[in-house]
């Protein structure tokens, strides 16, 4: 057998490992604990089907403003408020 080839798994190889390992975990965990509000699944959210029809009751003059510190990213409210059941908008 060719030993220069051979595969010994080495301390570099278990700290890969460690942190793949580790990640898979968190990933199962954060499913798990989602902890940002799911949009209401009633007739107004079902209804408003652009990021502008959100803003209008959830912008800082809004009836139901979101926290100040509210992330500034945020075209998708879906990826982070998981989308009514009966949304009417087009299927993402
Ligand atoms: C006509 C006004 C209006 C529009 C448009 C609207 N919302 Fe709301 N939203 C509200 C009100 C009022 C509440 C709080 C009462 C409730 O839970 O229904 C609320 C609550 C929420 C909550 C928090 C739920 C909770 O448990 O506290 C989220 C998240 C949300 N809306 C996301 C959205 C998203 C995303 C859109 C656009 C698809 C949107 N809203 C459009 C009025 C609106
Ligand atoms: C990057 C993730 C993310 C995106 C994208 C996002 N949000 Fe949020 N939002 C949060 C987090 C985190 C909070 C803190 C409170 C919570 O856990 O719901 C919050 C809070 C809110 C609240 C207040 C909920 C309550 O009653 O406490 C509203 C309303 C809201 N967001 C609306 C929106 C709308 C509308 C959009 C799209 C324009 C949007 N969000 C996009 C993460 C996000």
Redesign the pocket.
């Known amino acids: 057998m060719d030993s220069q080839n051979k595969w010994k798994p080495g301390k570099k190889d278990a700290v890969f490992l460690a942190v793949i390992i580790a990640v898979i975990v968190l990933l199962a965990l954060g499913t798990g604990k989602r902890?940002?509000?799911s949009t209401p699944n009633d007739q107004i959210h079902a209804h408003a089907v652009t990021?502008q029809a959100?803003?209008e009751c959830?912008g800082v003059n809004g009836i139901?403003?979101?926290?100040l510190e509210?992330?500034v990213?945020?075209?998708?409210?879906f990826?982070?408020?998981t989308q009514p059941k009966d949304w009417q908008g087009k299927k993402q």
């Not at 139901?64 to 926290?67: E, I, T």
Request: aromatic fraction near 0%; charge should be positive.
């Open positions: 902890t940002t509000k990021r959100c803003m959830h139901q403003p979101r926290p509210h992330h990213k945020d075209d998708q409210c990826q982070c408020h």
